[in-house]
């Protein structure tokens, strides 16, 4: 009697020698906090007739600069110069070579203030003082490692969201993480720029704002459901049946393919091959018990 076929099997999925689809995405995070250093460029620029002369009224202003800072309660730790340079001043004119006709040295340092409450006061000294660049003023957290983890934690946040999104777009469903990597971003806020050429005025107004700390990462996650692999071909074997076809096996499915003789070369040989017995060795006998 001929053996009914029993319930088909799900396709196996097709997945690859490296196994599951997977699916990478990037989440940004941000946080802001409130400042609690300031860092500032600040120096003096001379111009004289002589190189000797800018460099001795240079040094002479920049002592009373410095001098000003700390009478404002800055540690000499927290200044430190940033660029020094000595040119001379060109004068060009049509057909005739460049002269000299002067010489500007400039002095810079750069300082730290972390009583953010004076930093006007301290900027209306230093220019009283002599002081007549201002490069710029940063505002940053002297310890940032606590807004760095919030930012990178709102970045895993953003990556599952968009990882998920993605997802179900595609029809399929996440599978387990596979992959976080941190990805290094430039963090800090914004940094207003200032140049003077004259005394400032009498106040100076300064505000922190907030300090936005920026985070990066790359999340890599695998596949899972009927779309994340392609399905392969069933190879099960089914059973003759009431459904087989006219070759045995179930309707619509092909013929299997016809059994063919052995041929030359596949271990039978042909008619007209010549066949060399060899020797037949007897077998030694067995020793009489």
């Known amino acids: 009697a001929a053996?009914?076929?029993g319930p088909a099997l799900a396709a196996p999925m097709a997945c690859g020698p490296a196994g599951p689809s997977r699916m990478t995405v990037t989440?940004?995070?941000?946080?802001?906090?409130?400042?609690?250093?300031?860092?500032i460029q600040l120096g003096v620029t001379t111009q004289a007739d002589s190189a000797a002369e800018a460099m001795s009224q240079n040094s002479e202003r920049q002592r009373a600069v410095i001098a000003a800072l700390t009478g404002q309660g800055i540690d000499a730790a927290q200044i430190q110069t940033s660029g020094l340079t000595l040119?001379?001043?060109?004068?060009?004119?049509?057909?005739?070579?460049?002269?000299v006709t002067g010489y500007q040295a400039s002095n810079m340092v750069t300082v730290r203030v972390s009583d953010l409450p004076s930093l006007g006061e301290v900027l209306d000294a230093i220019v009283g003082a002599g002081a007549n660049e201002i490069n710029g003023i940063t505002f940053t957290?002297?310890?940032?490692?606590?807004?760095?983890?919030?930012?990178?934690?709102?970045?895993?946040?953003?990556?599952?969201?968009?990882?998920?999104?993605?997802?179900?777009?595609?029809?399929?469903?996440l599978g387990p993480l596979m992959t976080l990597r941190d990805v290094a971003t430039g963090?800090?806020?914004?940094?207003?720029?200032?140049?003077?050429?004259?005394?400032?005025?009498?106040?100076t107004p300064v505000q922190p704002g907030e300090v936005e700390?920026?985070?990066?990462?790359?999340?890599?996650?695998?596949?899972?459901?009927?779309?994340?692999?392609?399905p392969m071909p069933s190879h099960g074997r089914h059973h003759g049946g009431p459904s087989d076809g006219p070759h045995g096996g179930p309707q619509g499915d092909p013929a299997p393919a016809p059994v063919h003789p052995p041929m030359p070369g596949d271990g039978a040989p042909a008619a007209d091959e010549p066949i060399v017995p060899g020797i037949v060795e007897p077998l030694p006998e067995a020793p009489a018990n």
């Open 3 to 5: 053996l009914t076929a």
């Open 27 to 39: 989440g940004e995070g941000q946080s802001r906090t409130a400042p609690d250093m300031a860092s």
């Open 87 to 99: 040119n001379p001043l060109m004068q060009y004119g049509e057909d005739q070579a460049p002269t």
């Open 141 to 173: 957290r002297e310890d940032g490692a606590s807004a760095e983890d919030d930012a990178r934690r709102d970045a895993v946040a953003d990556a599952q969201r968009k990882a998920q999104v993605l997802a179900e777009a595609a029809g399929v469903e």
């Open 187 to 203: 963090g800090g806020g914004p940094r207003p720029m200032m140049r003077m050429e004259a005394a400032m005025a009498d106040s």
């Open 213 to 230: 700390t920026t985070a990066q990462v790359e999340v890599e996650y695998a596949l899972a459901g009927e779309g994340a692999c392609a």
